[in-house]
């Protein structure tokens, strides 16, 4: 369904990604590992049209070819993000957060409906649906961003490092949510330094070093090959 090919951004003289190549299909988790500064990041913000380096190569949805375009068509076309650090509003309830997500053409008609849908997945926002969301704890807004990005109606959600920053509970909530958000058929492109968790919830993955992608195999290969384990498992 996403499909990115030979997609290389520069920043400058430095390559930040080199010909990178993936594919997330519908209902998939597909997992992105990497050391910092590996050009995860640069990857997904390239494939959401908001990079600043110099973009090259093809980045495809239901044959829409998407390099090049303006960040909105590229949610239009039906790739959501939720960006490192969440970017939800402190001072607005969950429910005023999750409508400033239904502004895509391709959500607005469905405002109600698409609400309803993510406070079904996610109960622990229905039940906070009023709460200011600065006063939730960080996996709370974190499920507050996902929903956030879920009202656009994507096709793909793509994730910089949920993870970042919640405890070892709330991780476990978060990537539980996202099983959830696979459940409803959306196809999942997470990118994550929480490799031991990221694994178990994903179905494929692509470890990414210098900019080059340098492996993908199925998440459970990937979580019991040794080389992977060294580098990104903490040799367990
Ligand atoms: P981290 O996990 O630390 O966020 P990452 O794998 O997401 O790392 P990127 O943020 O994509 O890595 O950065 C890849 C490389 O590109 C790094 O060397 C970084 O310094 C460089 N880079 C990223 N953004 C810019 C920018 N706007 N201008 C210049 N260089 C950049």
């Known amino acids: 369904m996403l499909e990115v090919r030979n997609l290389s951004v520069s920043y400058g003289k430095h390559r930040a990604l080199d010909g990178a190549s993936l594919r997330v299909g519908k209902g998939e988790i597909v997992v992105i590992l990497g050391a910092n500064g590996a050009g995860k990041s640069t990857l997904l913000k390239a494939i959401c049209g908001i990079c600043e380096g110099h973009v090259a ?33 402190g001072d607005l309830t969950v429910e005023e957060n999750l409508t400033l997500g239904a502004y895509a053409e391709r959500a607005r008609d469905e405002e109600a409906g698409n609400l309803q849908r993510v406070l079904s997945l996610f109960p622990k926002l229905q039940e906070r649906r009023k709460q200011t969301v600065r006063t939730m ?6 499920m507050v961003a996902i929903g956030r990005a879920m009202m656009s109606n994507p096709s793909i959600l793509a994730l910089d490092e949920p993870s970042l920053g919640l405890s070892p509970l709330l991780c476990k909530d978060l990537f539980e949510s996202l099983r959830v958000v696979k459940q409803a058929g959306l196809g999942i492109l997470l990118v994550e330094q929480n490799a031991k968790q990221s694994l178990r919830i994903a179905d494929r993955g692509y470890l990414l070093e210098n900019g080059t992608i340098v492996h993908e195999d199925d998440a459970e290969r990937l979580a019991n090959d040794p080389a992977v384990q060294k580098a990104y498992l903490g040799g367990s």
């Open 57 to 89: 190569g093809q980045v495809s949805l239901q044959n829409a070819e998407l390099v090049g375009e303006k960040p909105h068509r590229i949610v239009e076309a039906g790739i959501a993000l939720v960006p490192e650090g969440r970017g939800v509003f």
């Open 137 to 142: 704890s960080g996996g709370e807004q974190q």
